[in-house]
């Protein structure tokens, strides 16, 4: 950690692999772009999909209420760009392997489309993506992306490091959500002990 720590910023480039058939803890990639999708509302969109995943793990029975779960965000947004990563921690629990917290993901997703729409064009964890040049249907089919990454869940996935930065781009460190919240001058180091 203190080798970590004595690197540069912006050298913090370092991700965890969540080997293949081990298991692990639900992990969630969520993004939008905010130049695209204006209207939408980042402590809403928190809050309400943070619920929706321990109602349907409370209706699954993989928890007992919510004591039994614990949800870490960490956040590496900026002006243009929203993006958290939740990592969802049961007690005495995890998942069997990375594809069965992608199956999980999958119904997670399902659910949000049957509780805020299936009118993919309205259901707000839907957006318009950063590559797309109109903000159309393509052939009746939408160009919008759920707001999770469902492309995570595969075999020896990279999961950034807290206080890790992308290798490219502009500095960005993932933090945790109080943290994110005191700064948005990204030139600024941070360092903190993890929490225990």
Known sequence: WKRYLDLAPEKRCFYE???EGLGCHFHVDAEYNKTNNPRADELWLDSTFKDTCF???LELEYIQSRD????????????????????FKMRE?????????????R????????????SIKDNPFFFWSEKC?????VD????????????IYTKRRQFRL?????????????????????????????????SK
């Not at 039994?68 to 990592?87: A, G, M």
């Not at 040049?133 to 249907?137: A, F, V």
Request: proline letters at 4%; glycine letters at 4%; a positive charge.
């Open 93 to 105: 629990k995890y998942f069997l392997n990375n594809y069965h917290c992608g199956a999980f993901a």
């Open 140 to 151: 009746g089919v939408s160009v919008k992306d759920c707001y999770m990454d469902l492309g």
């Open 107 to 118: 119904r997670l997703r399902n659910r949000l489309v049957e509780d805020y729409g299936t």
């Open 162 to 194: 807290y206080l890790s930065t992308k290798a490219s781009g502009p500095y960005r460190p993932l933090l945790p959500e109080h943290l994110h919240a005191q700064t948005q001058n990204y030139t600024r180091v941070i360092d903190v002990e993890p």
């Open 68 to 87: 039994d779960l614990s949800i870490l965000t960490l956040v590496s947004s900026n002006e243009k760009k929203v993006s958290r990563l939740y990592l």
């Open 133 to 137: 040049k109109s903000l159309e249907y």
């Open 17 to 19: 692999t969540i080997l």
């Open 55 to 57: 109602r349907l793990m």
